[in-house]
């Protein structure tokens, strides 16, 4: 047999069923990492994993807030197909009578009918009724907490003044950590959340290595998103105070994560993807991130809020590279699917494209529109290299209120990443705005919006 033959044949077999890992932060912003450009905060990990795989420029999320954005994860579908967006409350409480709908398919249970193991560590936000938890979504084993670390307030505290304490009581949150629908500590120890979480995780891939079954791992960090936490081994280390100190430890554990595939000799049948539920939150100041050299952040859909860091690892399949090919979280459960040997749905409208062909180096996916949601309205298209606003709000913190825009905003985002220089209606502008147009008009006949689940 030639050499190339063998090669072939290896990537093959490490491509048959592979097992695949997803790490989704919350709240990193586009300018949060070394590899992105972050001139404060030490990522060696995440560097080196964008260094051996492939980084992507031009990625977005579903939403640009927590719920949503998981929920388009998980699902392939825009959150609106599925009611889990709202233009009143923008994600789930404590309180909320709703949830992913029983009825979605995710990721985890598309895979687990063909045979994989799945795990869901970290934080949930998907709802917390029968029907909607982790279990109940297709996920074997679940560790993690179920909403974001700034809800549950313990009464009488002002838990914002408390937010640098390294462990509860003082921290002010009454925050649950949850194994399997079963409380197992309250409130959670958040300084030690990062640490444990990567423990779990670490243990799974051991266990499922063990018995060579084929696994899907959804770790969702907790953090950065504020009160931010550290472990004492990184609590005050970061030139860039707190958020550094938690997306350091993050580096950390993704570099875990990937040791482990390696040591056991699975790397090379395994996809990692490392990214974001959205932009940072930047009324947090110091304490919540950075878009780079992006517009706004997070709770808007100017690309600070929607576009993320986002690096895919598979050593013997991805090739090093940096690609600007626009993709998105969605994508992601069609090429889960794909790559597992399930085929996704044909019951509903599925967003996601799968881009196997790009990971292995084969072929592009085809060029398709990404809709720019607030809620349940459409603020904005792209489509290749431009963008329309019809419709924009600033960030959490900024000056409230929608403004809509006739005629459009229209920008080049390649040549105006920072959507500060606006570009004629007329010309190349104007076949821009028709085709753009036209997308919108195709995506509203398809367009079923879901019960709505926040309100």
């Not at 979605?104 to 917390?128: N, P, Q």
Request: with cysteine; hydrophobic share 35%.
């Amino acid at each position: 047999m030639t050499i190339a033959f063998l090669t072939v044949f290896a990537t093959a077999l490490a491509n048959a069923n592979p097992n695949i890992v997803i790490i989704f932060c919350d709240d990193l912003g586009y300018g949060d990492l070394g590899c992105y450009g972050s001139p404060t905060i030490r990522t060696p990990h995440l560097d080196q994993m964008a260094d051996e795989g492939l980084r992507f420029t031009d990625f977005y999320v579903g939403a640009s807030v927590c719920t949503p954005s998981r929920a388009a994860l998980l699902t392939g579908r825009y959150p609106i197909r599925n009611g889990m967006c709202s233009n009143g409350r923008r994600v789930l409480f404590p309180e909320s009578k709703g949830g992913l709908p029983d009825a979605e398919i995710t990721i985890a249970e598309g895979l687990r009918d063909v045979g994989y193991a799945t795990m869901h560590v970290g934080k949930w936000h998907l709802g917390i009724h029968e029907g909607s938890r982790p279990t109940d979504q297709g996920f074997d084993h679940s560790f993690g907490i179920p909403y974001s670390n700034d809800m549950d307030p313990r009464e009488g505290i002002k838990h914002r003044e408390h937010a640098g304490s390294q462990a509860p009581p003082g921290d002010g949150w009454n925050i649950p950590l949850i194994r399997d629908n079963r409380i197992v500590e309250r409130p959670a120890d958040q300084a030690t959340l990062t640490k444990r979480y990567t423990e779990e995780s670490v243990k799974f891939i051991r266990s499922q290595a063990k018995a060579e079954n084929p696994f899907f791992l959804y770790l969702a960090h907790t953090m950065p998103h504020v009160p931010l936490f550290a472990s004492p081994e990184f609590h005050g280390k970061s030139r860039a105070g707190r958020y550094g100190d938690t997306v350091e430890e993050i580096d950390w554990s993704t570099g875990q994560i990937l040791n482990t595939l390696s040591e056991l000799g699975i790397a090379e049948k395994t996809l990692v993807f490392f990214t974001s539920d959205n932009g940072p939150w930047l009324v947090m100041n110091d304490e919540g991130g950075s878009a780079g050299p992006l517009r706004e952040g997070k709770a808007s859909t100017w690309e600070g809020g929607m576009r993320v860091p986002a690096i895919a690892w598979w050593p013997g399949t991805i090739q090093p590279a940096r690609t600007p090919i626009v993709a998105n979280a969605m994508d992601l459960f069609t090429t889960s699917l794909k790559l597992g040997g399930a085929e996704p749905p044909s019951d509903r409208v599925i967003d996601g494209r799968d881009l196997t062909g790009l990971l292995e180096g084969e072929s592009l996916p085809p060029r398709t529109p990404f809709f720019y949601y607030h809620g349940r309205e459409l603020f904005a298209c792209r489509l290749g290299p431009w963008k329309v606003h019809f419709q924009t709000r600033p960030s959490f913190g900024g000056k409230p209120g929608t403004t809509k825009h006739d005629p459009p905003l229209l920008f080049h985002l390649p040549r105006d990443p920072s959507e500060k220089r606006l570009r004629p209606l007329e010309g190349v502008g104007e076949k821009a705005l028709a085709e753009i147009e036209e997308a919108v008009a195709k995506h509203r006949q398809t367009l079923r919006p879901g019960e709505p689940q926040l309100e």
